[in-house]
């Protein structure tokens, strides 16, 4: 079965940093693209950035462009997003979840999702 | 706003049709295929439709997706208590290089 496990969300404050952390299992990791997509509270869904199965092609929304660096280990199966300088627009539920094929180009496939945590940006 | 766009809301009755509806442009729908996601009350978003109309293995016939040229739909027939959700619809875009969803449609079973 394939279970994405996010991690490392909590309390910051504006202007400070954090790393997200999502470990996966139950399938070949390195075989597929990954993604972190984040939800504003009562918000809809925000694709954040994506970056492909050997770590080399990573793409950013506008947003978050020159703050945040995403990142894969595939020898431990997780996937990581380095969030700076993070402001209050910032707060949200970041998932992560898997793509269909190792490209970024073309994403639009997010399945399954990881359970999500929790991010908030406040002083 | 979001370059792909939905209706906020959309309520139906029990057995009811409805369809949600998703307009973008031809850097994205026009150009690229459509998925749709559910997202249940408090739990994470969920593969509905991919490839404009494909429902993977476990999604009742009951959903249905289509695109024509710069716009797609989602329908659900024999609406049910169930399907009360946000309804995401995605696409690749490739003037800003990256996949966007639209605003979300929240889905009311009266």
């Known amino acids: 079965e394939v279970q994405l496990l996010e991690s490392g969300g909590g309390l910051v404050q504006p202007g400070g940093s954090l790393r997200l952390s999502c470990a996966a299992s139950?399938?070949?990791?390195?075989?597929?693209?990954m993604s972190w997509i984040r939800q504003a509270p009562g918000k809809g869904l925000e694709w954040v950035s994506s970056?492909?199965?050997?770590?080399?092609?990573?793409y950013f929304a506008d947003s978050v462009k020159g703050r945040f660096t995403i990142s894969r280990d595939n020898s431990r199966n997780t996937l990581y997003l380095q969030m700076n300088r993070l402001g209050a627009d910032d707060t949200a539920v970041y998932y992560c979840?898997?793509?269909?094929?190792?490209?970024?180009?073309?994403?639009?496939?997010?399945?399954?999702w990881g359970q999500g945590t929790l991010v908030t940006v406040s002083s | 706003q979001s370059v792909l766009t939905q209706p906020p809301s959309v309520s139906g009755t029990p057995g009811q049709r409805v369809t949600i509806s998703c307009s973008g442009s031809?850097?994205?729908?026009?150009?690229?295929?459509v998925n749709w996601y559910q997202q249940l009350p408090g739990t994470a978003p969920k593969l509905l439709i991919h490839n404009n109309n494909q429902r993977p293995s476990g999604v009742p016939d009951r959903f249905s997706g289509s695109k024509s040229g710069a716009s797609a739909s989602l329908a659900i027939s024999g609406l049910q208590s169930e399907d009360e959700a946000d309804y995401y619809c995605?696409?690749?875009?490739?003037?800003?290089?990256?996949?966007?969803f639209g605003g979300g449609t929240r889905l009311t079973v009266l």
């Open positions: 970056v492909s199965g050997s770590g080399g092609d990573a």
């Open positions: 031809y850097s994205n729908i026009e150009s690229n295929t």
């Open positions: 139950g399938f070949p990791f390195r075989d597929y693209a």
């Open positions: 995605a696409a690749w875009d490739d003037r800003l290089n990256g996949p966007r």
């Open positions: 979840a898997k793509g269909l094929v190792p490209s970024v180009v073309g994403l639009n496939w997010f399945d399954p």
